[in-house]
């Protein structure tokens, strides 16, 4: 079978396409042809830094197929069958632990980007009936992570108004669930046809925040004072305070993103003195995974993609998602 791998090269030239042996199938193990894969940022962060790999290995999380082979002991699926990969396959329900962690696809084990993987059953999920293999390649990683952000981290009630950052996967997918739950939402972006189009997905009100540098405060200003209920924090260090100023007193930050850096000098004070609770968020379980399916389902939302490129466009698509241009998920089809 055809797959890329990142090999110890420089950037986006570890790219490769090479030829694989199948995968032997277990009795407990589902063999999917892949359809189609997405793009998340840290697939550009493992790229730019594979120079320092020991070993090559296939890149990318996210990705949905067809069943064509299940183990002898297999009976959650069958032949035919429409599928995505969890991003952690060993993580079914429950907390995070080092073993999950351990075996992230894409990361620790090989990931999505090639023609057939073989995983064991439990690490398989049915896509919504009414989602494009394109559309379901974008749920493992930024689907799970909004749905994890908004309704595990956090307790999304209908009425609550949440904060979102900028307009990539995770961001929208928050917004469109949040919508979907009845919350209002607000959302911050420097590019002037972005907020346009943020906007026209239900936003409730957008912000450049290069004009407003303490849009935290522009953000509780359009809440009356209040402050928002939610915010889902994907910038990390250069964002962080101004999440908190947005909070209200009591409110969830949910933080999961790195796009500012891993450290940072943040507020502490505001934290305690608001009562604000910090929660971690990687993206999720296979049981997480299975509600955000559901919750899709019965919204039928369908995930907002930018551009779609093909197997031989691999490093165009890794090009385009790094220039930020993009408004929602870069997917790649096989």
């Known amino acids: 079978m055809k797959a890329y791998e990142l090999q110890p090269r420089e950037g986006l030239d570890s790219l490769t396409l090479v030829n694989r042996e199948p995968e032997a199938l277990g009795p407990r193990d589902v063999k999917v042809r892949v359809k189609a894969v997405s793009l998340n940022y840290r697939d550009v962060v493992m790229a730019r830094g594979a120079k320092n790999r020991k070993a090559p290995l296939v890149p990318l999380s996210d990705g949905a197929g067809e069943v064509l082979d299940v183990g002898t002991e297999v009976t ?68 799970v992570t909004a749905f ?15 904060l979102v950052q900028g307009t990539g996967g995770v961001s929208l997918f928050a917004l469109q669930l949040a919508r979907a739950a009845g919350a209002r939402v607000v959302l911050t972006s420097s590019s002037e046809a972005k907020r346009e189009r943020a906007l026209s997905l239900g936003a409730a009100q957008v912000l450049d925040y290069k004009e407003n540098p303490k849009w935290g405060e522009a953000v509780r200003a359009f809440t009356g004072g209040r402050g928002v209920d939610i915010a889902v924090e994907v910038g990390g260090p250069g964002t962080f305070d101004q999440s908190v100023a947005a909070l209200r007193f009591g409110g969830t930050m949910s933080l999961l993103g790195v796009l500012t850096g891993t450290k940072g000098e943040v507020n502490t004070y505001a934290l305690f003195h608001k009562a604000i609770r910090v929660v971690g968020v990687y993206v999720g379980s296979v049981v997480l995974f299975e509600a955000l399916n559901r919750a899709l389902a019965a919204s ?30 870069v997917v790649i089809t096989l």
């Open 76 to 143: 959650l699926f069958r032949p035919g069958q429409r599928v995505a990969a969890a991003f952690f396959p060993t993580w079914i329900d429950g907390e995070l632990a080092q073993t999950h962690h351990d075996h992230a696809l894409g990361g620790s084990l090989d990931g999505m980007l090639r023609e057939e993987v073989v995983l064991p059953e439990t690490a398989w999920v049915p896509l919504p009936g009414h989602l494009s293999y394109e559309e379901a390649a974008t749920l493992p990683c930024a689907g």
């Open 148 to 162: 994890h952000a908004l309704f595990h981290a956090a307790h999304l009630k209908p009425g609550d108004t949440v």
């Open 300 to 329: 039928e939302i369908h995930p907002v993609i930018d551009t779609v490129f093909g197997f031989d466009e691999v490093r165009g698509a890794y090009e385009y998602l790094a220039s930020g241009k993009h408004f929602g998920k």
